[in-house]
Structure formats: C-alpha cells, structure tokens
T-cell receptor
Framework: KAGVTQTPRYLIKTRGQQVTLSCSPISGHRSVSWYQQTPGQGLQFLFEYFSETQRNKGNFPGRFSGRQFSNSRSEMNVSTLELGDSALYLC??????????????FGPGTRLTVL | AQTVTQSQPEMSVQEAETVTLSCTYDTSESDYYLFWYKQPPSRQMILVIRQEAYKQQNATENRFSVNFQKAAKSFSLKISDSQLGDAAMYFCAYRSNFGNEKLTFGTGTRLTIIP
C-alpha cells in the first residue's frame, strides 16, 4: 500500500507570494490533517478535513486555508507569505473514525522557505 | 485546551541500555488517546506506541513500553535494549476521542544513542 505523499518536497517563495501544497492520503483514508513544524513553535495543528468538510481548525490566521477533494486528496494554501511561514508542513491521513482507532500516517513533509 | 509537556529536550543512552522519556499532559477529558511518535533525521514521523485512556494496562510494542499514570497525567516511554536506529526526535501527543483527529504535540525529546 502506498504511503502518504506530499508535493512538492521543497519550495522557495518570496514574501507576499502565495503557495499551494498537496497531500495524497493512503487509499481508503478519508481524513487528512495538516501540521506546521518549526524550531520555535514545534508541531502545531493547522486543520483537519474529513469527507471534504473541515472538521477542526487550529489557531492560524485566515491566510492559511485548505480543502479536500472527493478522492480525499487535500491541498493547503498560504496567501501573502511572511518570513515566519518558513516551516516543514506535514500532512497525516487516517480512516477518520474515533473508534475503532485508526492510526494516523504522516507524509514526508514539504519544506517551505520564504525569502 | 489540552497541553502536552516534555521536560527533557535531549537525552542520551548507551547502546543496549534502557532509557525513559517523560511526558505529562493536561486535560479535562476522560476519554482520549496518548501516543509516542518518532521522527528520525529523514523527517518521516512514525507511530511508536499508543495508549487508550480507558485501558489501565500499559501498552507494549517489542522494546517499547509506556508507564501510563492517568491520575498523575503522566505518560513516559521506556526503550529497552537501545539501538542505533532509535536515534531520533520523540514526540508525545494527545488526541481527544470527540470527533476529530487533531493531535496536540509536546516539544519533543532528542534521543542520542552512544555506540
């Protein structure tokens, strides 16, 4: 079974630009979550999508948005990039049920650098 | 809101020895999961072990075991017979059982294995 894939793996942008990151979950998984990882703030939850609906959202400004398609693939978008948005963005997929518990599998991440 | 605290930023252990990583958490919920994730230098996050709060028995996965103290809100990870491949960042994480997949992570412990 193929794992979670994220594209692109590396990205360099300049301040003010926007960026779109993509995540393809494991086949059959309906939940996709996004996390931002930085040395200063650690791992922070951005949002979770389940069956094309945003089910939960973290404390990030409105510049961060996401969506999920009918095939469960998800994209996240960051508009008007700031230097502080430089981070590793991880996505995780799972079946999405509370019980029985379904393990969350993480992708390799997208390293975003904002200059 | 839930919080997860890892008070040991770095730990080291001799190969073949045993090491314990500490984690405490705060929540008002009674039904939740706790996890330990491993993030090797390649950055792919991997689930090491999980514990359901309503299970009193401590989880064990081969050389990895936990000491779950629900009343004290403590969740430590013990690695026995440490191997070079265990070198990584270890994150403790919390997940509520109320309808979404959001993980709240601790700040991580960097584990070094000394040959």
């Amino acid at each position: 079974k193929a794992g979670v894939t994220q594209t692109p793996r590396y990205l360099i942008k300049t301040r003010g630009q926007q960026v779109t990151l993509s995540c393809s979950p494991i086949s059959g998984h309906r939940s996709v979550s996004w996390y931002q990882q930085t040395p200063g703030q650690g791992l922070q939850f951005l949002f979770e999508y389940f069956s094309e609906t945003q089910r939960n959202k973290g404390n990030f400004p409105g510049r961060f948005s996401g969506r999920q398609f009918s095939n469960s693939r998800s994209e996240m978008n960051v508009s008007t990039l700031e230097l502080g948005d430089s981070a590793l963005y991880l996505c995780a997929s799972s079946l999405g049920w509370a019980r029985p518990y379904g393990e969350q599998f993480f992708g390799p991440g997208t390293r975003l650098t904002v200059l | 809101a839930q919080t997860v605290t890892q008070s040991q930023p770095e730990m080291s252990v001799q190969e073949a020895e045993t090491v314990t990583l500490s984690c405490t958490y705060d929540t008002s919920e009674s039904d939740y999961y706790l996890f330990w994730y491993k993030q090797p230098p390649s950055r792919q996050m991997i689930l090491v072990i999980r514990q359901e709060a309503y299970k009193q028995q401590n989880a064990t996965e081969n050389r990895f075991s936990v000491n779950f103290q629900k009343a004290a809100k403590s969740f430590s990870l013990k690695i026995s017979d440490s191997q070079l491949g265990d070198a990584a960042m270890y994150f403790c994480a919390y997940r509520s059982n109320f309808g979404n997949e959001k993980l709240t992570f601790g700040t991580g412990t960097r584990l070094t294995i000394i040959p």
